[in-house]
């Protein structure tokens, strides 16, 4: 079992960059596939990146791809998402997550989840 401590949201203008951590308790963090995905009021929870156990393979929603990305260090037990070029369309709460399977997109697939980390972007 794993638990997920995310860190480093706020509000930042239009163009703004954030590092959102994801702290992991346990000694078998390495042995998940980590993933980010993000909820905004009235909508459903989306994917927005994954990364691999090694870290070697990752995968992002088109709507983030060139803008966030994905790292993750196993000798610190967290997993980062670099957010650049920030608009109000990414304004939501971001989770991270554990799971098993590589390069899901489908939060149903991933078995921990973390509180939440509000990022709000303004105009």
């Known amino acids: 079992q794993v638990q997920l401590v995310e860190s480093g949201g706020g509000l930042v203008q239009a163009g703004g960059s954030l590092r959102l951590s994801c702290a992991a308790s346990?000694?078998?963090?390495?042995?998940?596939?980590m993933g980010w995905f993000r909820q905004a009021p009235g909508k459903e929870r989306e994917f927005v990146a994954t990364i691999s156990r090694s870290g070697v393979s990752t995968n992002y929603a088109d709507s983030v791809k060139g803008r966030f990305t994905i790292s993750r260090d196993n000798a610190k037990n967290t997993v980062y998402l670099q957010m650049n070029s920030l608009k109000p369309e990414d304004t939501a709460v971001y989770y991270c997550a554990a799971g098993g399977v590589l390069r899901s997109t489908v939060a149903a697939q991933y078995d921990y989840w973390g509180q939440g980390t509000q990022v709000t972007v303004s105009s």
């Open positions: 346990g000694r078998t963090f390495s042995s998940y596939n």
